[in-house]
T-cell receptor
Framework: AQSVSQHNHHVILSEAASLELGCNYS??????LFWYVQYPGQHLQLLLK??????LVKGIKGFEAEFIKSKFSFNLRKPSVQWSDTAEYFC???????????FGTGTRLTVIP | ETGVTQSPTHLIKTRGQQVTLRCSSQ?????VSWYQQALGQGPQFIFQ???????GRGNFPPRFSGLQFPNYSSELNVNALELDDSALYLC??????????????FGPGTRLTVT
């Protein structure tokens, strides 16, 4: 069965610090990878997704993620965080052709001004 | 705001009771997926409805059932409530079934507490 691991439960950074959130998945087949974000009091929304091609994917608000197939990883990065990036971040996996997402447990990011 | 609405926002039920949660999808979307998010966990897929038919189901018992109506709104029904059913229930609407092809737009969720 597919599983998604996010090892960082809570990350605290100062503004302008660089961010990297880890995501590892377990599945041997072809997968599609997603990062979702939930800002305080708001709906879950898509940050970026990967399905093929360039393993470095750029999303909204300056976020990017790199797919490393050999490591089964899809880490989220941002070179310089802002206070407004404070949110919960979820990594998710979908098997090609399937109609559902498998989510990780989430990482809470707190950015201190 | 995504245009996906859910009702009620919160409710409290007693173990053994039944509950119905509702979701109105974004205009033009024909697919609704339901997820359960327990405290401290990520959302878990319950099932999906596409054009009024169930289109995939996660690892949830049959007491979790659903409906989709001709206007593509949807209901999630849970019978014989258990304490572990306490969670945030999310619905997501999309233009089709596959998350890769069709972005899922999530609603704000219904917080269910079972006592």
């Amino acid at each position: 069965a597919q599983s998604v691991s996010q090892h960082n439960h809570h990350v605290i950074l100062s503004e302008a610090a660089s961010l990297e959130l880890g995501c590892n998945y377990s599945y041997g087949g072809t997968v599609n990878l997603f990062w979702y974000v939930q800002y305080p009091g708001q709906h879950l929304q898509l940050l970026l997704k990967y399905f093929s091609g360039d393993p470095l994917v750029k999303g909204i608000k300056g976020f990017e993620a790199e797919f490393i197939k050999s490591k089964f990883s899809f880490n989220l990065r941002k070179p310089s965080v802002q206070w407004s990036d404070t949110a919960e971040y979820f990594c998710a996996v979908s098997v090609t052709g399937a109609n559902n997402l498998f989510f990780g447990t989430g990482t809470r990011l707190t950015v201190i001004p | 705001e995504t245009g996906v609405t859910q009702s009620p926002t919160h409710l409290i039920k007693t173990r053994g009771q039944q509950v119905t949660l509702r979701c109105s999808s974004q205009s033009g979307h024909n697919t609704v997926s339901w997820y359960q998010q327990a405290l401290g966990q990520g959302p878990q897929f319950i099932f999906q409805y596409y054009r009024e038919e169930e289109n995939g189901r996660g690892n949830f018992p049959p007491r979790f059932s659903g409906l989709q109506f001709p206007n593509y709104s949807s209901e999630l029904n849970v019978n014989a409530l258990e304490l572990d059913d306490s969670a945030l229930y999310l619905c997501a609407s999309s233009l089709g079934g596959q998350p890769l092809l069709y972005e899922q737009y999530f609603g704000p969720g219904t917080r269910l507490t079972v006592t």
